[in-house]
T-cell receptor, first 117, second 113 residues
Framework: AQSVTQLDSHVSVSEGTPVLLRCNYS??????LFWYVQHPNKGLQLLLK??????LVKGINGFEAEFKKSETSFHLTKPSAHMSDAAEYFC???????????????FGQGTILTVHP | DSGVTQTPKHLITATGQRVTLRCSPR?????VYWYQQSLDQGLQFLIQ???????AKGNILERFSAQQFPDLHSELNLSSLELGDSALYFC????????????FGPGTRLLVL
């Protein structure tokens, strides 16, 4: 079975400073990995997706993530935080490709990002 | 706007009652997924339908059931409601059976009193 651990429940940064949200995954196969963002009282929006092509994945709004198989990590970064980045971020792993649970997404517990002016 | 619609946005009901949540997927998407988001359990996968057939099942209670209709919209039925069923219920859709991007609707917030 697959699982995801987000290492920080809360991250606080100042506007204009870098953002690092950490995620480790566990999977017995080569997973698809995603980062989703949820703004207050909103639905979930896809930031980026890794599917075994390039290990460095670029997403929307300046975010990117690097897949490191040796470390089983998929950390999310952004060079310069903006006030509008304040939200909850979820690291997500898909089910096993070819299996009937391929569509099942397993979510981490979420990291709340606070951005101070 | 993801293109996935969910109704109603909010639902307040009493314990023991039954409710139905509705989801319309993006145009062209064949899979519909249901997720539950609660404070204590986080975001959990409930069930997936692909082109009208149940495809995968997660932590869905026996009191809950879902179906996908020929026009591909889906309904999630929650019965014998308990206080602990209060949560945000999300629907998502994707083009095929799995692995590709899932697009989420705005959710239905259920409050059981």
């Amino acid at each position: 079975a697959q699982s995801v651990t987000q290492l920080d429940s809360h991250v606080s940064v100042s506007e204009g400073t870098p953002v690092l949200l950490r995620c480790n995954y566990s999977s017995s196969y080569s997973p698809s990995l995603f980062w989703y963002v949820q703004h207050p009282n909103k639905g979930l929006q896809l930031l980026l997706k890794y599917t075994s092509a390039a290990t460095l994945v670029k997403g929307i709004n300046g975010f990117e993530a690097e897949f490191k198989k040796s470390e089983t990590s998929f950390h999310l970064t952004k060079p310069s935080a903006h006030m509008s980045d304040a939200a909850e971020y979820f690291c997500v792993v898909s089910g096993n490709a070819g299996g009937t649970s391929y569509g099942k997404l397993t979510f981490g517990q979420g990291t709340i990002l606070t951005v101070h002016p | 706007d993801s293109g996935v619609t969910q109704t109603p946005k909010h639902l307040i009901t009493a314990t023991g009652q039954r409710v139905t949540l509705r989801c319309s997927p993006r145009s062209g998407d064949l899979s519909v997924y249901w997720y539950q988001q609660s404070l204590d359990q986080g975001l959990q996968f409930l069930i997936q339908y692909y082109n009208g057939e149940e495809r995968a099942k997660g932590n869905i209670l026996e009191r809950f059931s879902a179906q996908q209709f020929p026009d591909l919209h889906s309904e999630l039925n929650l019965s014998s409601l308990e206080l602990g069923d209060s949560a945000l219920y999300f629907c998502a859709s994707s083009v095929a059976a799995g692995g590709e991007t899932q697009y989420f609707g705005p959710g239905t917030r259920l409050l059981v009193l």
